[in-house]
T-cell receptor, first 115, second 115 residues
Framework: DAKTTQPNSMESNEEEPVHLPCNHSTISGTDYIHWYRQLPSQGPEYVIHGLTSNVNNRMASLAIAEDRKSSTLILHRATLRDAAVYYCILRTYNAGGTSYGKLTFGQGTILTVHP | GAGVSQSPSNKVTEKGKDVELRCDPISGHTALYWYRQRLGQGLEFLIYFQGNSAPDKSGLPSDRFSAERTGESVSTLTIQRTQQEDSAVYLC?????????????FGPGTRLTVT
């Protein structure tokens, strides 16, 4: 699977925007970029995903570079509840058009939000 | 609607005993996944099911680990002759299908402690 690289940790203040970067220089044309987060003592939670175009949902926005070698998860106004480990994951299609199924989690970025 | 549920939430067992961990996926989700998270570490993929079939068992750590799924419903992860290194949170997830565009929904996990 193609690898992703994220900073180990980032900090933000409450109600400020947060930009979480992810590098994936070996991404292939059929890799989806997924973001999950894990709050303390909970299972991971889906945040957003995209293929080529920028994406928005109620939780966040995903900005994908034109060459797709990097992406940025944007939390528009951080809250204390957004403090979590954020994982950037690539999910690959096989030749049959379905993914291999599993999510391969790296170490992620620990986001700390200060009141 | 109901999310992914797992039972028990906590399990303490003696080394050498067998344990069974249960996962109830979201109704209608054909794909089901098991992951493991050791204390302070990232998630490791164990196995996934598409319906009853388990196409990828590559993540199972040893032959002491097995899993089954009945219909497109409940799955059980069994660990035989537990060892202390099996202590971890075991997480189950389900998704509508295997396609890379589908998100995975995680349960709260079962915390296994082997003494």
């Amino acid at each position: 699977d193609a690898k992703t690289t994220q900073p180990n940790s980032m900090e933000s203040n409450e109600e400020e925007p947060v930009h979480l970067p992810c590098n994936h220089s070996t991404i292939s044309g059929t890799d989806y970029i997924h973001w999950y987060r894990q709050l303390p003592s909970q299972g991971p939670e889906y945040v957003i995903h995209g293929l080529t175009s920028n994406v928005n949902n109620r939780m966040a926005s995903l900005a994908i570079a034109e060459d797709r070698k990097s992406s940025t998860l944007i939390l528009h106004r951080a809250t204390l509840r957004d403090a979590a480990v954020y994982y950037c994951i690539l999910r690959t299609y096989n030749a049959g058009g379905t993914s291999y199924g599993k999510l391969t989690f790296g170490q992620g970025t620990i986001l700390t939000v200060h009141p | 609607g109901a999310g992914v549920s797992q039972s028990p939430s906590n399990k303490v067992t003696e080394k050498g005993k067998d344990v069974e961990l249960r996962c109830d996926p979201i109704s209608g989700h054909t794909a089901l996944y098991w992951y493991r998270q050791r204390l302070g570490q990232g998630l490791e993929f164990l196995i996934y099911f598409q319906g009853n079939s388990a196409p990828d068992k590559s993540g199972l750590p040893s032959d002491r680990f097995s899993a089954e799924r009945t219909g497109e419903s409940v799955s059980t992860l069994t660990i035989q002759r537990t060892q202390q290194e099996d202590s971890a949170v075991y997480l189950c997830a389900s998704s509508f299908g295997l396609a890379a565009s589908y998100e995975q929904y995680f349960g709260p996990g079962t915390r296994l402690t082997v003494t």
